[in-house]
């Protein structure tokens, strides 16, 4: 079964110091893996993904992961994090067979000014 | 751009109401979905259908059912509300297109509270 964990409930960043916010994965054969985010008060927004290729993946606003698959990890940074990236934010896998996608408990980041 | 809307923001229902929840999306998308948002626990899969009259149960399909009888509308149905579905409820679609690694597109949620 495909599942994902996300082990940070919350990270704590000053504005303009990178970030990174955590996420691990167990599936059966090769993972696709997600990040969305959901600012306060509306939906969720993709902000990138990665299917196979180049471990580190460029999404929306900044963002990137990179790939591990010896830790099994797909952790979602950058370098510079902004006030208005506070938001909540989940990962997400897709095993190969599967049709629909896991989501992982997310995480809350608060970027201080 | 896609949009994806859900037909009531809030929803304040009794225990034992059966209840609807509708979702339609404009953009032609083959597979829609229904989540639940709960804190800590993150989203979790109710139900999908990837065509008309099509559905498939995800991870936490009980006292729910779905109706998909046109592609632009999925209706999400708890038969006999309780208060443990008490729970933001988010729909999504997505196209075929791209294959099963399509963005998802999100509905804004319908908060339900079952009293």
């Known amino acids: 079964a495909q599942s994902v964990a996300q082990p940070e409930d919350q990270v704590n960043v000053a504005e303009g110091n990178p970030l990174t916010v955590k996420c691990t994965y167990s599936?059966?054969?090769?993972?696709?893996l997600f990040w969305y985010v959901q600012y306060p008060n509306r939906g969720l927004q993709f902000l990138l993904k990665?299917?196979?290729?180049?471990?580190l993946v460029k999404g929306s606003y900044g963002f990137e992961a990179e790939f591990n698959k010896s830790q099994t990890s797909f952790h979602l940074k950058k370098p510079s994090a902004l006030v208005s990236d506070s938001a909540l934010y989940f990962c997400?896998?897709?095993?190969?067979?599967?049709?629909?996608?896991?989501f992982g408990s997310g995480t809350r980041l608060q970027v201080q000014p | 751009d896609v949009k994806v809307t859900q037909s009531s923001r809030y929803l304040v229902k009794r225990t034992g109401e059966k209840v609807f929840l509708e979702c339609v999306q404009d953009?032609?998308?083959?597979?829609m979905f229904w989540y639940r948002q709960d804190p800590g626990l993150g989203l979790r899969l109710i139900y999908f259908?990837?065509?008309?009259?099509?559905?498939e149960k995800g991870d936490i399909p009980e006292g729910y059912s779905v109706s998909r009888e046109k592609k632009e509308r999925f209706s999400l149905i708890l038969e006999s509300a309780s208060t443990n579905q008490t729970s933001m409820y988010l729909c999504?679609?997505?196209?075929?297109?791209?294959?099963?690694?399509?963005?998802?597109?999100f509905g804004n949620g319908t908060r339900l509270t079952v009293t």
């Open positions: 999504a679609s997505s196209s075929s297109f791209g294959g099963d690694n399509s963005p998802l597109h």
């Open positions: 599936v059966s054969g090769n993972p696709y």
């Open positions: 990665y299917i196979t290729g180049d471990n």
């Open positions: 997400a896998v897709r095993e190969a067979g599967r049709r629909a996608l896991t």
């Open positions: 953009m032609d998308h083959e597979n």
């Open positions: 259908s990837y065509d008309v009259k099509m559905k």
